[in-house]
């Protein structure tokens, strides 16, 4: 019997693929169902590895299977290609981003191609082709002719040596991440897109997508968007009032139930009242200093010291009239609600720690049930239900009441309003860098910013990056033009755009990526929305929530008609593979890495040089730390049939794999054992009657299962039932003829999406017609497919107390015989006597005895 040779059978099928432009999505209507399968596009980094092949991988399964039961699949491909690594690749070795870009791209490709993946690389496009950004500027000025797309001063993390703004993520430990320099917070003149504006839409649309979506990512959305009911008024000045806020100080809260509770007022470092003060006071000044050198996330926030500045500035409470100090506080986000809060610590774990620090008062307000006047709080603050005391005219009401209670005393007073805000802010799109899409806006010093005259603005290509800085700035033809409204000398916006504008409808335009105008609605018509998106879930916020919102807007200017784009989502788990470091904390690759094991002991020392290696920790795949597997090892060593096959095999996709040699050699035996039955299929043997038919049961069996695993995401569920089934046909060794050849068959289209290299050299050696990629999906009898057994459970007055193997479909009176038989049965009821039993079938039987 011949072995299976993947090194010479990988590469026959797939060059018969692309003989047959097999994956090219019919572009005339065809009257089957369409689907659409999408996973997140890449960034071009140079290379892929078996972390990136599990994402592309569950997507082919999914196009694969869906393809065979009829639908007109779309499963494209593309690179998120701009971006600030590329930028920092042009500074660290002397090309240009584009050229590196480019050629990471064509690596990229070749490397996605190895895998078999069913793609249709006639749509492929990268964001930072012109002929896409042209698209994306076109539809950005529509939407700043509809007021979408503004500009405002905003406080940005600013890097003063590589002058740029950083993301808050480009911050480590108060300094920029490459350059190391102490990062600033500077207010800068830049472009924002009023995502606010679809803020409620954005959050009742998550109720559409419950059970599509996963519920974690549905809470985080939810979460970003912030939506909260509460209170918005003011405090009146006790004493002279302030220039800076003269009717008060306004602040936001959620808590009107607490407000007896209230022991300081805080203010964000950049308030306005915080920046008045600093220009008298330059101890006021240098603490602001102190506080914009720290975090700007709400987790860095939250877990930095709490530290404020008395301003000597006091209000009056609402209620009672005592006076309340005025702080200046880091924890306090400019960006939520007012920038100022009334500090409740008893209520507020934030507030609380900052009490204890400067000796404030501790007011608790809310008390559990069951506690005392004389309760109170120690280290943690009380936040659960109860009753409001030590409140005045809102003692003794629970805590919904007494809001809706304050809310009226405060609007009664003329003080301020119940409101609604959000925790989400306009989205700032502005970026102080060379590689990415231009901003299509020219400035003239009379009419303002004007759109573009000439689509696409393209970035000129004789820049340098010798000077920190954007060369944009500084590029002596391309910055300057006339303006395109009066002719005036003026000049063009340098700022490009966020890379999250460039993936928020990247779906959109694969629906067909030639359109002239930016997305054609035909086409978005027939293909819209994506029926299964997949990628990881660090993008469960951010990605998913701008193309949510940008579909909404082009839907309304008319350029689409979906506004959910996502109808199913799924967040896969990463491969995670050991790492090893070099004494002097040098990673190593895995290829370079002899694992010993000697006396139950287990240790690890470099093949290149014989050093001992430290064995760490168990993580994500990463370049930075070399614990990655290159699909192209795989395919040398194992073939990639059996690596595509490991990845979803090993572990519930959601969850992570970690990545074995075992594990990967265990897939490639699968393989092995697959063509054996395969290669050894004898048409000639008859077989014996009763084998057949239990062998023609058993294949009825395993379609029902994989069919339901692949459907329900549960791939590596699906692939365990094709090891037992595949184990089953070599069981039923007097079963042949028909009944064998459709074993054969059903085992070889079921694991198809899988293993499609493998499945398609099996349906050749079967002597089916064509290629299995156009075969029809496996039906089942449903009759067939049955367990010929059930497993009832038994309640003893209505307490389960164990269970009874039956044949399916037997009459209560049956199974009633059978339960009063059992010795295990009669053993559980202790002598008791069976008064009743009631038997639903094929379901529960419950003892009623006494």
Known sequence: MARYEPKTAEPRQQARW?????????????????????????????????????????????????RAQGFDVLHPMGWDAFGLPAENAAIERGVHPGDWTWSNIATMREQLKLLGLSLDWSREFATCDPAYYGKQQAWFLELFQRGLVYRKDSVVNWDPVDNTVLANEQVVDGRGWRSGAVVEKRKLNQWFLRITDYADDLIEGLKELEGRWPDKVR???????????????????????????????????????TLFGASFMGIAPDHPVARAIAETSPDAAAFIAECRKGGSTQAEIEQAEKIGFDTGLKVLHPFDGREVSVWIANFILSEYGTGAIF???????????????????????????????????????????????????????????AKVQAIARVEAAGQGQGATIYRLRDWGVSRQRYWGCPIPIVHCP???PVPAA?????????????TPGNPLDRHPTWKHVNCPS????????????????????????????????????????????????????????????????????????????????????????????????????????????????????????????????????????????????????????????????????????????????????GASRFVQRVWAEVDGFDPAFAGDEQANASLVRETHKAIKAVSEGIAGFRFNSAIAKLYAFVATVRDHGKAGGEARRQALSALLRLVAPFTP??????????????????????????????????????????????????????????????????ADVQARLEGQTVRKIVVVKDRIVNLVVG
């Open 454 to 466: 000439d689509l696409p603005v393209e970035l000129p290509k004789d820049v340098t990056f010798d």
């Open 343 to 401: 500090g409740c610590p008893a209520h507020d774990q934030r507030d609380l720690d900052f009490a204890r620090k400067y000796d404030l008062p501790v007011i608790p307000v809310v008390r559990p049930e069951g506690a005392g006047e004389n309760f109170s709080v120690g280290t943690e603050a009380y936040v659960g239900p109860g009753s409001i005391f030590h409140s005045d005219f809102l003692n003794g009401l629970d805590i919904e009441t």
């Open 18 to 66: 692309a003989e047959a432009d097999a994956f090219r999505t019919p572009t005339a209507e065809t009257g089957r169902p369409k689907y659409y399968v999408l996973e997140m596009f890449p960034y071009p980094s140079g290379n892929i590895h078996m972390g990136h092949a599990r994402n592309y991988v569950m997507g082919d399964v999914v196009a694969r299977s869906k």
């Open 446 to 448: 009379s009419c303002g």
């Open 486 to 665: 009066c002719g005036a000398a003026a000049v063009r916006e340098t700022d490009t755009l966020d890379t999250f504008v460039d993936s928020s409808w990247y779906f959109a335009r694969f629906a067909d990526p030639t359109a002239d105008e930016p997305i054609s609605k035909a086409a978005a018509d027939r293909w819209l929305p994506v029926d299964q998106y997949i990628g990881g879930v660090e993008h469960a916020v951010l990605h998913l929530l701008y193309a949510r919102f940008i579909s909404r807007a082009l839907s309304d200017a008319g350029l689409m008609n979906v506004r959910e784009p996502f109808a199913g989502l799924f967040t896969q788990g990463m491969v995670i593979h050991e790492t090893y470091r070099r004494a002097n904390g040098a990673w190593v690759e895995p290829t370079d890495v002899e694992l010993i094991h000697e006396g139950g002991v287990r240790s690890a020392r470099q093949l290149s040089t014989g050093e001992p290696l430290i064995i760490g920790d168990i993580e994500k795949m990463s370049k930075s730390k070399k614990n990655v597997v290159a699909p192209q090892e795989i395919v040398d060593t194992h073939g990639v049939d059996a690596g595509r096959l490991f990845v979803l095999s090993d572990s519930p996709p959601e969850r992570d794999v970690q990545w074995t040699p075992g594990g990967v050699e």
């Open 219 to 257: 809470l985080m959305q939810e979460n970003w968007i912030g939506r909260s009911k509460g209170l918005q008024m003011t405090w009146r000045w006790a004493g002279d009032a302030p220039r800076s806020a003269p009717d008060g100080l306004e602040i936001y809260t959620t808590r009107p139930d």
């Open 757 to 822: 290299h493998l499945a398609e050299e099996g349906w050749t050696r079967l002597g089916e017609a064509g290629m299995i990629l156009d075969a029809p999906w496996p039906e089942y009898d449903p009759a067939l497919a049955a367990d010929d057994e059930v497993i009832l459970p038994i309640q003893v007055n209505g307490k389960r107390r164990g269970e009874i193997r039956v044949a399916r479909g037997l009459e209560p009176a049956e199974v009633e015989a059978i339960i009063l038989a059992d």
